[in-house]
């Protein structure tokens, strides 16, 4: 049993579409994560839920 989520999973979706777009958007990744205030771990396990399933 693991700890309750920090964050929200509409958080997350927006960190992601902002990773994919960072390009575009001119953001760094821990910009990212510091306004959705995402934890990187987090954030690389969900990355890498998407690309195994994807």
């Not at 049993?1 to 920090?6: F, I, N």
Request: glycine share 6%.
């Amino acid at each position: 049993m693991g700890r309750r989520a920090s964050y929200t999973l509409k958080a997350m979706k927006k960190a992601i579409e902002q990773y994919h777009n960072r390009q575009e958007n001119g953001m760094r990744l821990s910009n990212i994560l510091k306004l959705n205030d995402i934890p990187k771990a987090s954030f690389y396990v969900e990355l890498k839920k998407i690309n195994v399933e994807g």
